[in-house]
Each structure stands twice: as structure tokens, then as C-alpha cells.
């Protein structure tokens, strides 16, 4: 299942790599990109799980950029 989400407050383009890089990182997470010029996050995951996923999800936004917040 592939869904994208519109990121709020994402203030840095090393920022969103980072994002990227650990979201990519989640079990269960099959692709994931962030792009700070759009503001948005497009994930690809395991369809059973995605909602197990997308809290692991927002947990690693928040580490990363703490005022970023996802649109679900």
C-alpha cells in the first residue's frame, strides 16, 4: 500500500533526508521518500501494517524535527 501525506513546519532539506533515511529503516516500511520542497512524505508499506507503521512513522519525524507534523 503506497500513501502520500502533506508535511507541515519541515523546515530543512537535511532534515527530510533524515527522515527519509530512518523511515526507511522501519520494519515493514518497503519505500519511502520526503521532499522538502513539496512538503510531502510518500510511504510504502506492508498493507496489514500500515497503521502500526505510521506511528512508528510519526515517532521518527518527531525525533528528527520536532515541530513537523503529518497530515494523516
Known amino acids: 500500500m503506497k500513501k502520500k501525506f502533506q508535511l507541515v513546519d519541515l523546515d ?3 532534515c527530510a ?11 515493514g516500511v518497503q519505500a519511502a521518500s520526503v521532499s522538502f520542497i513539496m512538503q510531502k512524505m510518500t510511504i510504502e508499506a506492508e ?3 500500515f497503521d502500526e507503521v505510521m506511528k512508528e512513522v ?8 520536532p515541530d513537523c507534523t503529518i497530515k494523516l
Do not use: P, T
Open 12 to 14: 530543512c532539506a537535511s
Open 17 to 27: 533526508a533524515k527522515m527519509e533515511n530512518a523511515i526507511k529503516k522501519i520494519d
Open 47 to 49: 498493507e496489514g501494517r
Open 58 to 65: 510519526v515517532s521518527v519525524c518527531r525525533k528528527v524535527e
